[in-house]
DNA sequence: GCCGTTTTCGGCCCGACTGTTTTCAGTCG
């Protein structure tokens, strides 16, 4: 038996059914059913294999009984009769061809019926060459415009464009701020704002979106389109614009009037599904929305704020981060909005490596303690824990191990004083140091570090730094294992996974949960960019079990200091409030909970 | 094909831009 499809695969499977019935003018509802359930597919947080081992298809929004009853024939005999049915008459290539930008069904159908394309596994290549040959100009519909944009687009998809690049926060912050830097010059340019999936603080975003309010849109499109990165423009027109930067991404600007910033600001902020959600909702009421306002029986009024935008719909305003419908709409209509954590609310980090010299199994920190305490303080920190790698076990005694950790927690005991005495003379907060240490998770779950040696620590973060690749039951009774003993207070990185390198571990979170409910475990949401883990919907999972988090920053060098708000920004998207991050706690209560 | 504190039947988000067209279809977000 073939191994079972992945989610990933499900949802393209649903997409090209959507295809199909779209090619053969189904009732165009059914055709968005379909493609909703594929999104439902992309979004669900578990294995949809797992979800029909538990007979929950249905669970899914917009998965109803007959996409679920076709799922299941699926699972159980590896394939669908029903599908197979819609898809008989159609060129299997097609469906390879919807992966190409500016194709969709129809488009993708009339070129592989008229140039006679039916191989998924050459289409691109055969496409190309009919592109060349002048082919696709010639066919009724088509024309040398449609025909070199069409070329462009497989070229750009051999190249690689499969796998959209994604950008990580910061770097998207940066572009974003400099498009938004140059457009302010122009005293056309009210207010300038990036949008979209930045600012809900997606932990990658693919385009680049920015809203500008302005009374001169004509201007404002025409300063944007000449941005000197601009590699390509890609359209224009009266109220919005997009270009291609040079590294391939893509910049959308929507251009709208001070008195209607509001409503664009929600359009635009999305997420497309938060959005549609919205809509269908104000339908009931007899409104319909877009970026332009509200439209009551055809009177349209405008909302210069969100907040407004948002009353008018009768809910308060939901925090951006939010936005992915997840139930935040249900959420404010019931007046039952989260009081999400905020980056103030955050008094120390506990996962930091100076670089005392203790010889670790991985990298080693670039600042001393002193310099990374220091900025602790100027951050209005209460505390700070030293947590850098163990020393390596091939490299070390047991004995030389403890001494180096004995010191370590000597001189943060020394530090301690010496920066108390500077920080009562200068009139700002304590700082509270604590010496921990972060401890790899061997294979079978032991701790790298001696049983002798936890007397010197204050506290330890457990984290797995290889074997990545291990089934998830394994995985999971690995790391119950080395939670099991009592230094080991947080789970650091838990899901292992690196953004645009490797997918984090599959882990039984069920039962990892309850452990950490039970064990008072806490887990960590590591504000490193290219981590992010714990991933926001398990952080959501976690607040939902009452298992407590911490943000930590991972910072191996004191710039990283400052991504803190990255794993606040997780932790939003995740709906934890104040009381589910222990960060958050003064450092009385934090002490009690770390056992200190 | 899905879905429901105004419905288990009768609805189903909204608008912008492009290319190929003489009024619109396709694609996108």
């Not at 970026?291 to 951006?320: D, N, Q, S, V």
């Not at 920190?381 to 180096?404: R, T, V």
Request: aromatic share 6%; charged share 30%; proline share 4%.
């Amino acid at each position: 038996m073939s191994r079972s499809m992945n989610n990933q695969e499900l949802a393209q499977l649903l997409r090209a059914i959507s295809a199909a019935y779209e090619v053969k003018k189904e009732n165009r509802f059914k055709i968005i059913a379909y493609d909703r359930a594929a999104v439902a597919v992309e979004h669900a947080t578990s294995e949809i294999k797992d979800l029909w081992d538990d007979q929950k298809l249905m669970s899914l929004p917009g998965v109803g009984p007959n996409i679920a009853r076709h799922l299941d024939e699926l699972f159980r005999t590896g394939k669908v009769g029903h599908f197979k049915q819609v898809m008989k008459d159609l060129p299997p290539a097609m469906f390879e061809l919807l992966h190409i930008a500016g194709i969709g069904a129809k488009t993708a159908y009339r070129l592989c019926q008229d140039l006679k394309l039916k191989n998924p596994k050459t289409v691109v290549n055969k496409l190309i060459k009919a592109a060349k040959q002048g082919k696709i100009a010639s066919l009724e519909g088509f024309g040398e415009k449609s025909q070199a944009d069409i070329l462009e687009s497989l070229e750009e998809f051999k190249r690689g464009q499969v796998k959209k690049k994604r950008m990580t926060l910061p770097y998207a912050d940066a572009i974003a701020q400099e498009i938004i830097d140059y457009l302010k010059k122009s005293p056309s340019v009210l207010q300038a704002d990036p949008l979209g999936s930045l600012r809900r603080r997606v932990a990658t975003v693919g385009d680049i979106d920015i809203a500008v309010a302005t009374k001169k849109p004509a201007e404002v499109i025409d300063q944007f389109i000449n941005y000197p990165k601009k590699k390509k423009l890609i359209e224009k027109g009266p109220s919005k614009a997009s270009i291609l930067l040079s590294g391939g991404y893509q910049v959308d600007l929507r251009v709208q009037k001070p008195e209607a910033y509001g409503s664009m600001l929600q359009y635009f902020i999305g997420s497309k599904h938060h959005n549609i959600h919205l809509r269908e909702l104000a339908l009931n009421k007899g409104l319909s929305l877009s970026e332009h306002g509200i439209k009551k029986r055809g009177k349209l009024t405008e909302y210069a704020t969100e907040k407004a935008f948002y009353e008018a719909l009768g809910m308060a305003l939901i925090p951006p981060e939010m936005r992915e419908d997840m139930g935040e709409i249900e959420a404010a209509q019931a007046g039952k909005l989260p009081d999400l954590v905020e980056i103030k609310d955050i008094k120390g980090d506990l996962h930091l490596h100076s670089s005392f010299p203790i010889e670790p199994s991985h990298d080693e920190g670039a600042d001393s303690m002193e310099t990374m305490a220091r900025k602790a303080i100027e951050l209005g920190y209460e505390y700070l824990g030293f947590s850098e790698h163990n020393p390596s076990l091939s490299q070390h005694s047991e004995k030389e191990i403890i001494d180096l950790l004995k010191r370590k927690k000597e001189i943060t005991e020394q530090l301690n004083s010496s920066l108390n005495k500077f920080t009562q003379k200068t009139n700002k907060k304590p700082i509270n140091l604590i010496s921990g240490l972060e401890i790899d998770i061997r294979p079978n779950g032991e701790l790298a570090y001696p049983e002798k040696g936890f007397e010197f620590l204050d506290y330890a973060i457990a984290s797995i730094h290889s074997s990545f690749k291990m089934n998830r039951k394994k995985m999971t009774a690995r790391i119950l294992r080395a939670l099991e003993h009592p230094k080991v207070r947080i789970l650091g990185h838990p899901t292992g996974r690196k953004l645009g390198e490797r997918e984090g571990y599959e882990l039984d979170w069920e039962r990892i949960f309850t452990v950490c409910r039970q064990k008072k475990i806490i887990l960590e949401i590591n504000a490193c960019p290219d981590r992010l883990d714990l991933p926001d919907v398990l952080v959501r999972e976690a607040v939902k079990s009452g298992v407590k988090m911490v943000i930590n920053t991972d910072s191996h060098a004191l710039d990283q200091m400052k991504l803190m708000k990255y794993g606040v920004s997780v932790a939003r998207r995740g709906w934890a409030e104040k009381k589910d991050i222990i960060n958050t706690l003064p450092w009385e209560e934090l002490r009690s909970i770390l056992n200190l």
